[in-house]
């Protein structure tokens, strides 16, 4: 499937198979398909234009890393993010909250090389940051 045809109003929420049909590619079993947006927030990110379950927002991320055991996809993503919902105190993050902090995590992943995303001729390294910001401002 062409991405620059692709119509984002049949995204549903099989992410995985809107993952799969995007790029064009199958999931390689040690990774998970994971948000990079977290799916907590998908109402106060879809009233901002943000699917969650947009394909350009989702990366396969490694599962489990083989030297350490170490649960990636648990303590390096979901482990931090519950971390930093924790000090809103209850309330909401908005949306730029949200999209500020992930393109933080990312980057500072990369800079470390701990960002454990599948590397294939098909997929993205990084999430294009600037597309997200268009969507934060209605466009797109």
């Given at each position: 499937m062409d991405p620059n045809k692709w119509d984002p109003?049949?995204?549903?929420?099989?992410?995985?198979?809107?993952?799969?049909?995007?790029?064009?590619t199958t999931r390689d079993p040690v990774y998970q398909v994971h948000h990079t947006l977290p799916q907590t927030w998908r109402g106060i990110l879809a009233k901002a234009n943000i699917n969650v379950d947009d394909p350009r927002l989702l990366r396969e991320v490694l599962i489990k890393d083989k030297e350490t055991g170490t649960?990636?996809?648990?303590?390096?993503?979901?482990?931090?993010?519950?971390?930093?919902?924790?000090?809103?105190?209850?309330?909401?993050?908005?949306?730029?909250?949200?999209?500020?902090?992930?393109?933080?995590?990312?980057?500072?992943?990369?800079?470390?090389g701990t960002l454990f995303y599948r590397v294939d001729t098909?997929?993205?390294?990084?999430?294009?940051?600037?597309m997200v910001e268009q969507l934060l401002q209605g466009g797109l």
């Open positions: 109003s049949r995204w549903g929420t099989n992410y995985r198979a809107n993952y799969e049909g995007y790029y064009g649960l990636v996809h648990q303590r390096l993503y979901t482990d931090v993010w519950n971390n930093w919902a924790k000090g809103f105190e209850g309330r909401n993050p908005t949306a730029r909250d949200i999209v500020k902090f992930a393109k933080q995590l990312e980057e500072q992943y990369a800079i470390e098909n997929l993205p390294s990084t999430v294009d940051w600037n």
